[in-house]
């Protein structure tokens, strides 16, 4: 392993390890420390530990500011750790498994208390207030939701929780020709043996083990692999797309089927590349749609998904929605069956040509290729399609965020609503900030657990014109 490091020199006097009393929770999968011996002493950012522990750890990086560091020894330990699901993500391993040493139940818990402040510190105390303003607020934060049914397993503090979910996996061979994944904050790759995170039929590939994938193999191939919800699973090694038993096809797009039957529309298919962008968890792209439709079309702002009891959705069929980083059309194909206009923008021409077949029998449809800036926002904003301006606007952006000057653009157009999907909790403050800055108000939020036995999270938040 080759952690990355900061420039400062190293004291002689300084150690190697640390005995650390273990705080908070912060963004990026690390928890606040400070010397178990020295309270007021120096501020490290441990991974794999859990608030209230304490926790001989290994340092990886000296900042002037800050140390980093890796918990190798756990001296006191926290209720909510379990087993890890995944050992090969732990100290000195792989990135993408940080919190597997914690209960299903505690990383939701983390992962809210890690969003709540990020929306105070980043977003400021408007954003704070405004969040605790709504009727879904906790009194710490905003509750994250589990995505998708609980395991069979899944007793609530069980190890098993969680896994099997994702159905998209990147993995880079090794110099000696075996399947890895690149160590944490590092250009070394790791061999791995065990995918627990992935869906069972991509861990019934085999990827890891010799034999039919190991012979085409060579050093520093990425591997992608992608178990759609209609067919079997493909293998693409540096673009050359593979079937599950390792034989090359001129396949290149899969079918994704995705349950909408709580908004009214039933199933709906989409064809996608195969090496295109679509939500990892199996069941997110269902969640995503029924909650971010919900929050654009209802007539009630709502960021909850479908209840008992909630019924037919009712929507303005003639809404104009504007849709911003659109992808292959995960969200524009349920909201041009729903209302009269849906423009859209996307930068990847792939995803756009997807998008096209996915809605071409939708002539209300508009489908544009193209950066999201704050220029194009104005622009299409003024297209006749928009009829003086957008209804609605819905956007999920990249991890970064819209940013100021795009999401500045947004709230000049003056819609009456607008949908925020962030996948990043410091993204979603800054650019929610930005949108209360311009008059609006927010109405919902709502956080997902897409992402277990890492950090990462999804919101929804919806915004209005008082």
Not at 148 to 177: E, K, M, Y
Request: a positive charge; proline letters at 8%; aromatic letters at 4%.
């Amino acid at each position: 392993m080759s952690p990355r490091r900061t420039a400062h020199p190293r004291d002689a006097h300084e150690p190697d390890e640390l005995v650390l009393a273990v705080g908070a929770p912060a963004h990026g999968g690390h928890c606040v420390a400070r010397p178990a011996d020295d309270p007021g002493g120096r501020v490290v950012f441990v991974r794999h530990a859990l608030p209230g522990e304490t926790v001989r750890a290994r340092v990886t990086g000296r900042g002037s500011k800050v140390w980093r560091a890796e918990a190798v020894e756990v001296l006191e330990a926290s209720p909510d750790r379990v087993t890890p699901v995944w050992p090969e993500a732990g100290p000195g391993g792989v990135g993408g498994g940080e919190l597997s040493h914690v209960a299903l139940p505690a990383q939701r818990d983390w992962k809210r208390r890690v969003l709540a402040d990020c929306l105070r510190r980043i977003g400021g105390e408007t954003v704070a207030r405004a969040v605790a303003g709504l009727p879904e607020a906790q009194p710490d934060g905003v509750l994250v939701e589990q995505v998708g049914p609980v395991a069979a397993r899944d007793t609530g503090t069980g190890a098993t929780a969680g896994q099997g979910t994702r159905t998209r996996i990147s993995l880079t061979v090794t110099p000696d020709g075996r399947a890895g994944m690149h160590a944490f904050r590092s250009r070394t790759v790791l061999p791995v043996l065990r995918l627990p995170l992935a869906v069972p039929q991509i861990q019934a590939l085999g990827l890891t083990e010799s034999g039919r994938w190991r012979r085409r193999y060579r050093p520093g191939t990425r591997v992608d692999v992608v178990a759609p919800s209609v067919g079997e699973p493909v293998v693409i090694l540096d673009g050359a797309v593979h079937t599950a038993a390792a034989r090359p096809t001129g396949r290149r797009r899969v079918e994704e089927r995705v349950d909408a039957s709580g908004i009214g529309l039933g199933e709906l298919s989409y064809g996608v590349r195969a090496d295109g962008f679509w939500q990892v968890h199996r069941d997110a792209p269902a969640a995503l749609v029924d909650r971010v439709v919900r929050a654009a079309l209802a007539p009630v702002p709502t960021a909850a998904g479908t209840l008992p009891g909630s019924g037919r959705l009712e929507t303005r069929g003639d809404a104009r929605v504007l849709e911003l980083y659109s992808g292959a059309g995960l969200f524009t194909l349920p909201l041009a069956m729903l209302t009269e206009t849906v423009l859209s923008l996307e930068g990847s021409e792939q995803a756009v040509r997807d998008a096209r077949r996915n809605l071409h029998d939708l002539p209300g449809a508009h489908l544009r290729s193209g950066p999201v800036t704050a220029d194009t926002v104005r622009a299409l904003g003024a297209q006749e399609v928009m009829g003086g301006g957008p209804d609605v606007v819905v956007l999920d952006p990249p991890r970064q965020g819209a940013g100021q000057a795009v999401a500045a653009a947004v709230a000049a157009l003056g819609a009456r609503r607008i949908v925020l999907v962030a996948c990043d909790p410091a993204a979603l403050a800054r650019d929610t900030a930005v949108l209360l800055g311009a008059g609006y108000g927010l109405a919902a939020m709502s956080a997902l657990d897409m992402f277990p036995h890492t950090h990462h999270l999804e919101v929804v938040a919806v915004l209005e014109r008082p």
